[in-house]
């Protein structure tokens, strides 16, 4: 039994120093590069399918830009510019953004209540799970989990995102054999509603 807390309690300190080991200070100095796309601070992207990057956990955003340097998930507009930074700059950029405050979107007033069915819900029909169970339901996420926040992402960005997962188009990440399966039971009428109450969720 001692063993076995131990190794918990072990695990528990892992995940703790796994996440929060930026310096968003530093961070800052590289952001400039990214707000071409992104917006300042990550929070208003210059086009509605880039997504708002500002707030969205720490430890998701390294794991995402890991995954994006690596080319294991591939981001064409992304090519090439992560290839200089180093890891501490990735964490350093990571902890920048998750520092910004996201802005929030409006939901379209037709979809609200099929989307907050499904978030809060799910669905028995088609065997869909709840979003609140991972991220919560402000849609905040959870940061040692790697589950990112959700609530006020654009609306297009979440479709393209849950039709990328449901087509297999994004499988890279520790988080995305979920994310396919559940894609996989959903309409393009319900990623419709879902992704709208997301995009005012807070």
């Known amino acids: 039994m001692k063993k076995l807390i131990a190794g918990v309690v072990l695990g528990v300190s892992l995940t703790a120093t796994a996440f929060g080991a930026g310096d968003p200070e530093a961070g800052e100095a590289n952001a400039a590069t990214c707000a071409g796309c992104h917006g300042q601070g990550g929070a208003e992207p210059a086009m509605a399918v880039y997504p ?51 802005t929030i979107g409006k939901a379209d007033p037709d979809l609200v209540e099929e989307g907050r069915n499904l978030y809060r819900g799910g669905s028995l ?63 393009d009428k319900e990623i419709e509603a879902l992704a709208s109450y997301i995009s005012g969720l807070h």
């Open 125 to 187: 029909a088609s065997n869909v799970p709840a979003c609140v169970a991972c991220h919560s339901p402000q849609g905040k996420g959870n940061e040692p989990a790697a589950y990112p926040l959700l609530g006020g992402q654009s609306a297009e960005y979440v479709s393209k995102q849950l039709k990328a997962y449901r087509d297999g188009e994004r499988d890279s990440g520790p988080q995305a054999g979920i994310m396919m399966d559940v894609a996989s039971k959903l309409s």
């Open 52 to 102: 708002k990057i500002a707030g969205l956990g720490e430890k998701y955003l390294h794991q995402q830009l890991s995954l994006i340097k690596s080319g294991e998930r591939p981001v064409p507009e992304m090519t090439g510019l992560l290839d200089d930074m180093s890891e501490d700059d990735l964490e350093d950029l990571a902890a920048y953004f998750n520092e910004q405050s996201i």
